[in-house]
């Protein structure tokens, strides 16, 4: 069965820095998507980045972008110039191929002004 | 931009009472999911919905939980004889492919609907 480990409960940045948050996953599969979604104290699930297994170009949107290394089966996000707004639960996610999606315990990010 | 809307925002029962839980996927969408969120945990993935009839479901989506597309816009939730742990916050999602086939592959979430069971 797939897994998503998140490794740290809580990380905290100061505002304008960049920060990096850490995703784990185990896979038998060869083809697959990873997410990372943004959950803000309004519990709303936020896609913020979405990652295809077979492509070796690591995405970007914005200030967010991901380094994925299929081999090692890592997943992280990065977030530069860290806003206010960006303080939430991060979860990073799963797809398989039966279109479920499994997710990781999350991290809180905090940002300090 | 099209969104998932679900109602209500947070609704409160008691044990042994049923409730449905109400969502409108994006419009274009053919695939429909149930996770939801027991506070302080993760999310954990409920049921899927293709052509009304359920694709996959997790060991959580007991004889208790149901799914139904009534029209053509909403897909519902229904929970017979809720249980104290069942509260949770439930999210409705909708994709319009599935994984491999094309379209954007992305799962969107709605804002979720807060059950509080008493």
């Known amino acids: 069965a797939q897994t998503v480990t998140q490794s740290q409960p809580e990380m905290s940045v100061q505002e304008a820095e960049t920060v990096t948050l850490s995703c784990t996953y185990d896979?038998?599969?060869?083809?697959?998507?990873l997410f990372w979604y943004k959950q803000p104290p309004s519990r709303q699930m936020i896609l913020v980045i979405r990652?295809?297994?077979?492509?070796?170009q690591n995405a970007t949107e914005n200030r967010f972008s991901v380094n994925f290394q299929k081999a090692a089966k890592s997943f992280s996000l990065k977030i530069s110039d860290s806003q206010l707004g960006d303080a939430a639960m991060y979860f990073c996610?799963?797809?398989?191929?039966?279109?479920?999606?499994?997710f990781g315990k999350g991290t809180r990010l905090h940002i300090l002004p | 931009e099209p969104e998932v809307t679900q109602t209500p925002s947070h609704q409160v029962t008691q044990m042994g009472q049923e409730v449905i839980l109400r969502c409108v996927p994006i419009s274009n969408h053919l695939y429909f999911y149930w996770y939801r969120q027991i506070l302080g945990q993760k999310v954990e993935f409920l049921v899927s919905?293709?052509?009304?009839?359920?694709?996959?479901k997790s060991e959580i989506f007991d004889d208790q939980f149901s799914v139904e597309r009534p029209d053509g816009s909403n897909f519902t939730l229904k929970i017979r004889s809720t249980k104290l742990e069942d509260s949770a916050m439930y999210f409705c999602a909708s994709s319009d492919r599935l994984a491999g086939v094309g379209g954007t592959d992305t799962q969107y979430f709605g804002p979720g609907t807060r059950l509080t069971v008493l």
């Open positions: 996610a799963y797809r398989s191929g039966d279109d479920k999606i499994i």
């Open positions: 919905f293709y052509n009304n009839e359920i694709s996959e």
């Open positions: 990652q295809e297994a077979y492509k070796q």
């Open positions: 896979t038998s599969e060869s083809d697959y998507y």
